[in-house]
C-alpha cells in the first residue's frame, strides 16, 4: 500500500506561481503512474498532470498546458506540480495520486487510482 503526503499550496494573485509537493511511502515499486487531481466546488475530481513513473513521459489536461509542470525526484520517491501563471479558475483543492493498476489505460482517469493525499487548497483571488 502507498502512502502520500503533500504539502505546498496556498493563495496567490493571478498570474503568480506555487508548487505543490506529494511524497510517497510504502509500497511505491508497484506504482507506475502519479498524479495530480483537483476539485472545486460543485465540480468533479478532474485530472490536471499525470508522470509515468517508468519512462518519465508527462500528460496535462489542455487548460493547464504551457503553465503547468509535472515532474518526479525518484531518489525521494517525490512528485512535484509547478503551477506558473495562475487563473482564478485554477482555485481548487488539489490532491495526488499513485496508481494501483494500468487500467484505464488514460493516467487522467481517477479510476486508475488507489492512493490519494490529503488534499491541499490553492486558491487564485485578486
Known amino acids: 500500500q502507498v502512502h502520500l503526503a503533500q504539502s505546498g499550496g496556498g493563495s496567490v494573485q493571478p498570474g503568480g506561481s506555487l508548487r505543490l509537493s506529494c511524497v510517497a511511502s510504502?509500497?511505491?515499486?508497484?506504482?507506475?503512474?502519479r498524479a495530480w487531481f483537483r476539485q472545486a466546488p460543485g465540480k468533479e475530481r478532474e485530472g490536471v498532470a499525470v508522470?509515468?513513473?517508468?519512462?518519465?513521459?508527462?500528460v496535462y489536461t489542455d487548460s493547464v498546458k504551457g503553465r503547468f509542470t509535472i515532474s518526479q525526484d525518484n531518489a525521494k520517491n517525490t512528485v512535484y506540480l509547478q503551477m506558473n501563471s495562475l487563473k482564478p479558475e485554477d482555485t481548487a483543492m488539489y490532491y495526488c495520486?499513485?496508481?494501483?493498476?494500468?487500467?484505464?489505460?488514460?493516467?487522467?482517469?481517477?479510476?486508475?487510482?488507489?492512493?490519494w493525499g490529503q488534499g491541499t487548497q490553492v486558491t487564485v483571488s485578486s
Open positions: 495520486a499513485a496508481d494501483k493498476s494500468t487500467w484505464p489505460s488514460c493516467g487522467l482517469d481517477l479510476r486508475r487510482y488507489n492512493a
Open positions: 510504502g509500497d511505491t515499486a508497484s506504482s507506475t503512474a
Open positions: 508522470v509515468y513513473t517508468g519512462t518519465g513521459s508527462t
